[in-house]
Every structure is written in C-alpha cells, then in structure tokens.
Nanobody, 119 residues
Framework: QVQLAESGGGLVQPGGSLRLSCAAS????????MGWYRQAPGKQRELVAS???????NSADSVKGRFTISRDNAKNTMYLQMDSLKPEDTAVYSC?????????????WGQGTQVTVSS
C-alpha cells in the first residue's frame, strides 16, 4: 500500500503562487504514475496534471503554462508549482498514485489540501 500526504495549500491572491507537495510512503514510489486532481464546490473532480514513471507529463489545458508538475523519486515526493493563480483555481487538490500491470491496478489517494485564490 501507499500512503499519500499533501501539503502546501492555503489562501493566495490572484496572480500569486503556491507549491503543493505530495509525500508518499509504504511502497516503491518510482513505479507509480502520479497525478494531481482538483475538485471545486459543485463540480466534478478533474485531472490537473500527471507524470509517468518516465517523466512524461500530461496537463489540463486550463493550467498549461501556469502549473508545473514534477517528481523526485529519491525523496518519494511529487510537486505542483502553481503560478499566476486565478480564482477559478480554487479547489481541493488531491494527489493520486496509480500502478497498473496485467490484470490489475492499484490506486491510492491523499486526503487533499485546500487551495483558495481570492483577494
């Protein structure tokens, strides 16, 4: 099993920056595809960005050019650098770890961290 713990959320003004971290423990971090998701009140959860074991990145169009996902396998940690934040980025951000092989997938979630963008 994998335990995930997010940190770095908070209140920030529009145009500001935050850096989220997702610390993993309990298994081999490098084998997992990692992702950041967010869910705003009254909306469905959506993918923000993901990063594969080989470093291939997929980002939502709404955050391209503003958010940067990265991972440090030596520290068992994934990051989300969020710049030029907008009020519409307000949401609970959660990290996800997924490991799929033939016949099965393991999928783990953190508890989430609140990001609020407001003046």
């Amino acid at each position: 099993q994998v335990q995930l713990a997010e940190s770095g959320g908070g209140l920030v003004q529009p145009g500001g920056s935050l850096r989220l971290s997702c610390a993993a423990s309990g298994s081999i971090f490098s084998r997992y595809v990692m992702g950041w998701y967010r869910q705003a009140p009254g909306k469905q959860r959506e993918l923000v960005a993901s990063i594969t074991t080989g470093g291939i990145i997929n980002s939502a169009d709404s955050v391209k050019g503003r958010f940067t996902i990265s991972r440090d396998n030596a520290k068992n940690t994934m990051y989300l650098q969020m710049d030029s934040l907008k009020p519409e980025d307000t949401a609970v951000y959660s990290c996800d770890a997924k490991w799929c092989r033939i016949g099965t997938c393991d999928d783990y979630w953190g508890q989430g961290t609140q990001v609020t963008v407001s003046s």
